[in-house]
């Protein structure tokens, strides 16, 4: 770039002003500089974070990859489960039998429970008479429960 300088006389104080305006307008040289190594450090720097973590994440994938219920634990886990459906259905045919049982027991004739027979308050009425009576009932249905064998009564 060819510079041309000619001289002319400018009063000081309109050069003063000149390069206070020049300069807080624009950066020097040698400011930019290091503006453009500050920024190359930071990105460097960046760099070998983002590589450290990527090598971090890798390890943790491995880690993870490698983990897992053991042989034994899921045995345990599966016996569980069987234990737990086979209670349920368990559980649920008790409760056939206790709906069938009470249905036994209003089909009785008279199954209202006299005054002064304790009955729970979850019994239906009747109950503590019925279950006087329970041992009669089961003779009468030949030695079981009506229904007990899984058919409804």
Do not use: C
Request: proline share 5%; aromatic share 4%; net charge positive.
């Amino acid at each position: 770039m060819v510079r041309l300088w000619t001289r002319a006389l400018i009063p000081v104080r309109l050069r003063r002003a000149a390069r206070g305006w020049f300069d807080s307008r624009y950066i020097s040289r040698a400011d930019h500089r290091q503006d453009i190594k500050d920024a190359l450090w930071a990105v460097q720097t960046l760099g070998r974070e983002v590589t450290a973590l990527r090598a971090e994440v890798e390890t943790l994938q491995r880690k993870v990859a490698g983990t897992g219920p053991d042989q034994a634990q899921v045995k345990r886990w599966d016996d569980a489960h069987r234990l737990a459906q086979e209670t349920a259905v368990a559980m649920d045919q008790v409760l056939q039998n206790e709906v069938l049982l009470w249905q036994a027991v209003e089909r009785l004739p008279g199954g209202a429970a006299p005054a002064s027979a304790p009955v729970s308050a979850s019994a239906p009425a009747g109950a503590g008479r019925a279950v006087e009576r329970l041992p009669a009932i089961v003779a009468r249905a030949g030695g079981h429960l009506p229904g007990s064998d899984g058919s409804a009564a």
